[in-house]
């Protein structure tokens, strides 16, 4: 008993510590933490100043021009519907599908939603939030709030994403928060917020509040709701967890639309705290059902130029034009002019007639627009229309369905002959231009002698026409373009002289494929050029013979605009006077009879019911490129088909150019008011003798009615002894004799007049 006794006496009872003291001590714990926490932050701190100084301040890494920053922003194709409103047909990225809005464009309210649910006193600091940074410090090292929370501000989260610095190190935190200071000093709140909602991920390939409110909800930032607006905001801190249309479900059962809903309050309870909205606002965007947009919809709407993710030859144009145009403003190379046109979120106003680009497309599918039979090696084709100020309004590069995007376009990168369609532009708009010729004009169809070391004696008649043959037979001005003779082109270019023929065409019609080896007179009398044309500079250099005389540039956009709203480029629509309008004038009636003549103008088929029309025809050596450029008072426009292989020939297997034009292009050129085209009070319309091609007088037995420039009237014939019949339609001369003395004596009476004078 002694034993226990003292056993149990042996040990000792616990102290109880005074209360006091116990108190102290947890004080004194808490402040040594507080204290080592100050202690760690001050290092931190002054770590942070030690890189500064000693790394950074003369570094470019803290540099950063918010406004010079290539954003990765999606650029944007419009075009502009039949009310004149622009429509978006195409959205241009290497990267995520961002579009770029201005801050002025984004309601206050979604403003708000992303403040207050990232960076609450983003207006209150200067890039950073260093009251969230020590919290966020002593979280990290102490748990002490029970879960993990960001320090960083809006300001700080647009840098780490723009830069793509993501390294887990402090010296990435420091640099962050220098170049975040940085920042704010030389741009506003606005300017930060602006770049911060354009650039910010919303899961998937979307980028951007303009993108995210598009791809969500159908709908533009401007017109999202309080509800909406929450829903966006709740994305960006998960992309891809809290986007509405991610389909992984988590441990609690929840996919993308009920993780986006529960952060969604946690969005509006901010904005309530925050006084960003009221109390009703708050229940009614608690109580909306949100309605989502269908993910699977296709993103492009009934306007759209893209077939199955392949851009449209119109598209294409467009992006070739605008590099172009980047190049020349900026000084920079291709490859850096497509980078920033498709990162740079430009807006870009297109000229394209969305119906008449899905019109053409849809005939240049059908190969019985080509053929009556389908050809087991059908040639290719192009077709261009455009206004009368060069506004392209529709253009297919190539038969059959487009296979890939910036697919080979044969109207705009392939140079091809033109044939007798250079002949408007080359041999009689420079003799019509210069007075040499007039309508009534007598020739004789009779070769040319060129040289030719190859021919017996060094020499050899040229050319040939259509027919292989020559008439010697006597035609007016307007005869020998209907029936698009070879020779009289000839005899023009020969007595005006190569040189000044080649300079006319290429000032005046600005022509890019012309060589030196052009100055010629097979280039220049029958479209036999060292490379050829594109059809687009063909089309455009025919806007003269519709609009009296004036050529405009064609293009395929109208405005382009940067991010920040400055037009970059904008088309004034200067024309340049390429010929006289009487010269134009004079053209477009010559040019009328190639259609109108029904028995030999080789334009016939074009012919519409209603609708003037005027053009040309053109057919390469051995039927190698098939042409034709056709006016009305709408629209100018142009057909090719050809086969790489320029020896191969068309003939016998696909329509002629005329009716091929009327093909893709006659319904549309029909459609509308009748119209004429613009006139010119200075033409002047006389009697011409059908003998002599002079002014008729009262002597000549017939005649017919001709323009003529008020520079360049014939003289009044003397040579008729009868009196007129009351019947003015012989439009040739009977015979060929009667040709030859007719010529004879037009020549004489008016030298300058006639192709017979020197």
Request: proline share 5%; charged share 20%; glycine share 8%.
């Amino acid at each position: 008993m002694s034993t226990a006794k003292s056993g149990a006496s042996a040990k000792k009872k616990p102290k109880r510590m005074n209360p006091v003291k116990r108190t102290f001590m947890v004080i004194g714990a808490t402040l040594l933490s507080l204290l080592l926490v100050i202690i760690i932050t001050g290092s931190i701190i002054a770590a942070a100043l030690t890189v500064y100084i000693f790394q950074f301040q003369d570094s470019s890494d803290i540099d950063i021009d918010l406004y010079s920053l290539e954003m990765d922003y999606t650029t944007v194709i419009y075009a502009y519907d039949k009310s004149g409103n622009p429509v978006e047909i195409q959205t241009l990225s290497r990267g995520a599908d961002r579009k770029p809005v201005s801050i002025e464009q984004v309601p206050q309210y979604v403003q708000d939603a992303f403040v207050y649910i990232e960076d609450e006193r983003f207006y209150e600091h200067a890039g950073v939030d260093w009251k969230r940074t020590f919290s966020a410090v002593i979280n990290e090292m102490t748990g002490m709030f029970g879960y993990t929370f960001g320090g960083s501000t809006i300001t700080q989260q647009l840098i780490k994403n723009v830069t793509g610095d993501q390294d887990q190190t402090w010296e990435r935190k420091m640099r962050e928060i220098f170049r975040a200071s940085n920042i704010e000093k030389y741009c506003t709140k606005a300017d930060i917020l602006q770049a911060y909602l354009n650039y910010i991920s919303f899961g998937g390939n979307c980028a951007g509040v303009q993108a995210a409110a598009n791809k969500y909800f159908g709908k533009d930032v401007s017109e999202l709701t309080i509800a909406e607006a929450a829903c966006l905001a709740a994305i960006p801190k998960s992309p891809e967890r809290l986007n509405p249309f991610s389909e992984y479900i988590d441990d609690d059962g929840l996919d993308g639309k009920g993780r986006n809903e529960e952060r969604r309050k946690l969005v509006l309870k901010a904005m309530l705290d925050n006084g960003a909205i009221s109390e009703d606002q708050y229940d009614e965007a608690i109580d909306t059902v949100l309605v989502f947009r269908d993910p699977n919809a296709p993103s492009d709407d009934e306007n759209s130029l893209v077939d199955d993710g392949v851009q449209s030859y119109f598209v294409d144009m467009v992006i070739r034009d605008v590099t172009y145009k980047l190049m020349d403003e900026y000084g920079i190379d291709y490859d850096e002019a497509r980078i920033r046109l498709y990162n740079g979120g430009y807006k870009i106003y297109s000229t394209v007639d969305i119906e008449m680009q899905k019109a053409v497309e849809d005939k240049f599918a059908d190969y019985t627009t080509f053929s009556a039979e389908v050809l087991a090696n059908p040639p290719h084709a192009a077709f261009v229309a455009m206004d009368y100020m060069g506004n392209i309004l529709a253009i297919v590069g190539d038969v059959g369905e487009k296979p890939i995007s910036d697919s080979w376009n044969y109207a705009t990168r392939e140079p091809r002959q033109p044939g007798s369609c250079i002949k408007p532009i080359t041999s009689y708009g420079y003799a019509v231009e210069n007075d040499i010729i007039h309508w009534s004009t007598i020739f004789t169809d009779k070769p040319i002698t060129i040289k030719d070391n190859k021919a017996p004696g060094g020499e050899r008649q040229w050319p040939q026409n259509y027919s292989n043959r020559w008439s010697y037979g006597g035609y007016f001005t307007f005869q020998a373009l209907q029936r698009s003779l070879n020779t009289i082109p000839a005899q023009l270019i020969e007595m005006e002289g190569p040189t000044n023929v080649y300079n006319f065409l290429q000032s005046r019609f600005h022509i890019t494929t012309l060589t030196p080896y052009d100055a010629d007179l097979a280039p220049l009398s029958v479209g036999a050029l060292s490379d050829g044309i594109l059809l687009t500079e063909l089309v455009a250099a025919y806007q003269v013979f519709g609009n009296l005389g004036k050529y405009y540039e064609p293009t395929s956009f109208s405005m382009v605009i940067d991010p920040t709203g400055n037009a970059i480029f904008q088309n004034t629509y200067k024309p340049v006077q390429a010929l006289d309008k009487d010269t134009a004038y004079v053209m477009n009636k010559l040019l009328a009879t190639v259609i109108e003549e029904q028995t030999v103008g080789t334009g016939r088929a074009a012919k519409l019911p209603t609708k003037k029309l005027i053009g040309k025809t053109g057919t390469s050596q051995n039927w190698g490129d098939i042409a034709f450029v056709g006016c009305t008072p709408d629209y100018v426009s142009g057909v090719w088909y050809g086969y790489d292989d320029r020896s191969q020939s068309v003939q016998n297997t696909y329509y002629g150019s005329a009716q091929l034009w009327k093909n893709i292009f006659g319904d549309i050129a029909e459609a509308g008011p009748v119209t004429n085209f613009p006139s010119d009070a200075n033409v002047e319309e006389h009697y011409y003798c059908a003998n002599t091609g002079l002014i008729a007088s009262g002597n000549c037995p017939t005649g017919s009615i001709g323009y003529y420039k008020p520079s360049n009237v014939p003289p009044v014939c003397t040579a008729c002894g009868a009196r007129p019949s009351t019947t003015v339609a012989t439009t040739q001369p009977q015979t060929e004799a009667q040709a030859q003395a007719a010529q004879t004596t037009a020549a004489q009476t008016t030298a300058a007049q006639s192709i017979a004078a020197e």
